[in-house]
């Protein structure tokens, strides 16, 4: 593969799509994800870090280069020639990355980290380490580091020091330290040209610095500290894993993954990392998912419970007392859909013009309008979140059931309303068969949570409640012509969101009505053990474009035949569902018709679906 390490210049934009583009984007499968529990960088197979924001999950861009290849902004570390290859892999129950280069004169890898947060309560340092290492042979590399501050609108300079350099916008400043000589490139980056023989390191670390603070020298001796910390870091917090079934490997990189999501400081988890990474290429359907949306939280207390990680499900809870403490009566009710990482609800979304997209695929997002939109089945699954960790051994306490039967209360008054339902759709609200479904899910797991805990309730109220809700789904939302439960009363069309139903314990999994939805699910909305949410053309979602498959609906597909008792086709499907997984484990948001990668990257949904099915498909299969 030819590199070159000139700026990229182009007279015409790419149509979306097209060779032209595509010759300048990785595919999103190819990269490897690394992080320290504030905020994450996609590096790609190629060496190049394409999407770094700083110094949080959901701050503006540093390396957009996923997003604009030419105006993004890039962290290059490749080969200095032509006719090398690439592969990468994380070193085993870590997040660490290492990207491997072969080329006729060697083989030479970098190791790419962050390091976590120090325990005892000293400042957590953010920085980012990349560790050349020639292996064999005698390697010549190339590194470019073209930052981009604030999804590349503001300006910045740089200023080469004794160890390294400063790179300076208004609001962010950068320090790389590194005892490569460097030089500038056009004003605002920097390069270097170094070769080494085997055995030999060369290491480039990207702090987060004060405006007027020197970049700090790095020794070797200070960065294989590092990497040994970090080693030790990840393989401790693994090590706390009850999980010991058939698919460990999988279940374990979905778990460090999961944990890369988390922001440390409140616990919260986002949805992913990235923003408008496109659900289809060159089309509208591109969002931004650095946030945490209220639907997650019982999903993932579900995976981090089942594989043992009490703390960080206690803190995920913490968070989410939070929210319903300080709810406040709003047109689309106490709760929003979703929330900022540190719990704050503007979310006002906004589009950048300057940037083309991910291979021409605009508009760019960042924001995301959907908080405000009225979503009625999160109060279900933040009830079911409670009962789970109240089973955990994580108990609510009294002032959070006060608050939380409040915002109960406001959803008995209003679960008969339409929603936009958990797709999000921007098409007009609709009474959604899912959103009835959660509903009785969060009066249901009320009554338990205030049986098993005598905790004060109105219960002959809720129980009435809960039983107008069961009846409502089975009479007008069940379709006697397609003998299946349908997307929402006023129509035949399927949604994959009701293989659900099951899973949260409103229809027994061998039920005949429940049978014969899932054979027409499995029928119509499944291809190859992918699944896709509904068809928009039968049910039009207010959007442009056309869905690709959703890999969170693939794993509850897989998780409803194994509980129906088809072990088999569940098995069969479970393990295709691996093989769309990228080189390193990783799942987008979507898959696409040739089996590529789409939307938002990597998405927590997918792998906390993926650890739920496996963590039952074994038990079934005993």
Same mark, same amino acid.
């Not at 129906?564 to 086709?569: M, N, Q, S, Y």
């Given at each position: ?142 590194? =470019? *580091? @073209?930052?981009? #501050? $604030?999804?590349?609108? /503001?300006?910045?300079?740089?200023? %080469? ?60 001796? =200070? *960065? @294989?500290?590092? #990497? $040994?910390?970090?080693? /030790?870091?990840?393989?401790?917090? %693994? ?384």
């Amino acid at each position: 593969m030819a590199l070159d390490v000139r700026p990229l210049r182009f007279a015409t934009r790419p149509q979306p799509g097209g060779s032209h583009a595509a010759a300048r984007y990785l595919p999103i499968a190819e990269h490897g994800l690394i992080g320290d529990l504030h905020t994450v960088a996609l590096v790609g197979t190629e060496g190049t870090i394409d999407w770094y924001c700083c110094p949080r999950f959901d701050s503006p861009s540093v390396f957009a280069a996923i997003l604009d290849a030419d105006r993004g902004g890039h962290f290059r570390v490749a080969p200095d020639g032509d006719g090398w290859s690439a592969k990468q892999l994380y070193l085993p129950d870590t997040n660490i990355l290492i990207t491997r280069f072969l080329t006729p004169e060697g083989v030479g890898e970098v190791q790419d980290f962050m390091p976590p947060p120090r325990t005892g309560g000293a400042a957590h340092r953010q920085r980012m380490i990349r560790r050349i290492v020639a292996v064999r042979g005698r390697m010549r590399f190339v590194v =470019d *580091v @073209a930052p981009r #501050f $604030d999804y590349a609108r /503001a300006r910045h300079e740089v200023a %080469l020091t004794a160890r390294g350099a400063l790179f300076r916008s208004r609001d962010l400043a950068l320090g790389l330290s590194t005892r490569c000589p460097l030089e500038t490139v056009d004003g605002r980056d920097v390069r270097a040209r170094f070769a080494l023989q085997a055995g030999e390191v060369a290491t480039f670390v990207l702090d987060r610095v004060e405006r007027d603070e020197l970049p700090e020298p790095c020794s070797e001796a =200070d *960065v @294989a500290a590092e #990497f $040994d910390a970090t080693v /030790a870091f990840w393989r401790r917090w %693994l090590g706390r894993s009850r999980y010991a079934g058939r698919w460990r490997e999988m279940v374990h990189r979905s778990a460090l993954t999961l944990k890369l999501l988390t922001y440390a400081p409140t616990g919260a988890i986002v949805a992913a990392p990235t923003t408008s990474l496109p659900e289809q290429l060159g089309g509208a359907r591109n969002w931004d998912y650095r946030y945490t949306w209220m639907r997650d939280a019982a999903f993932s207390l579900y995976a981090l419970l089942r594989l043992g990680f009490t703390e960080e499900a206690g803190a995920f809870m913490q968070w989410l007392e939070g929210r319903f403490r300080h709810a406040v009566d709003r047109e689309s009710g106490p709760l929003q859909v979703m929330y900022g990482i540190d719990g704050r609800e503007d979310l006002p979304e906004e589009e950048l013009a300057h940037l083309e997209g991910y291979m021409g695929s605009a508009p760019v997002r960042i924001g995301n309008g959907a908080a405000t939109q009225l979503q009625l089945d999160i109060y279900g699954e933040l009830m079911d979140a409670v009962y789970l960790c109240n089973k955990g051994g994580l108990p609510i306490y009294h002032d959070g059931w006060v608050e939380l039967t409040r915002n109960l209360e406001w959803l008995i008054e209003h679960w008969d309303q339409p929603d936009e339902g958990i797709w999000e759709t921007r098409g007009g609200r609709r009474d959604y068969t899912y959103s009835r479904l959660m509903s009785w899910v969060a009066v249901e797991r009320a009554i338990r949570i205030a049986r098993q805990r005598g905790l004060p309730a109105d219960i002959g109220r809720w129980i009435a409640v809960r039983d107008r809700i069961y009846a409502d789904i089975m009479q007008r939302c069940w379709h006697p012509g397609r003998r299946a439960f349908v997307q929402h009363g006023a129509t035949d069309v399927l949604d994959a969101s009701l293989l659900l139903m099951p899973l949260c314990k409103f229809i027994a999994p061998t039920d005949p009505r429940w049978i014969s939805t899932l054979d027409a699910i499995s029928a119509e909305l499944v291809s190859d053990s992918l699944v896709y949410r509904y068809d928009p053309d039968a049910s039009p979602d207010g959007l442009a474009g056309t869905e690709a498959t959703f890999s969170l609906c693939s794993f509850w597909w897989v998780e409803a035949l194994a509980r129906a008792g088809r072990l088999d086709e569940a098995r069969l499907a479970f393990e295709k569902m691996l093989t769309y997984a990228n080189h390193v484990g990783l799942y987008s948001e979507e898959i696409g018709p040739t089996g590529e990668q789409l939307g938002n990257f990597p998405q927590a949904f997918t792998h906390l679906a993926l650890i739920s099915a496996a963590y039952n498909l074994d038990r079934q299969l005993g």
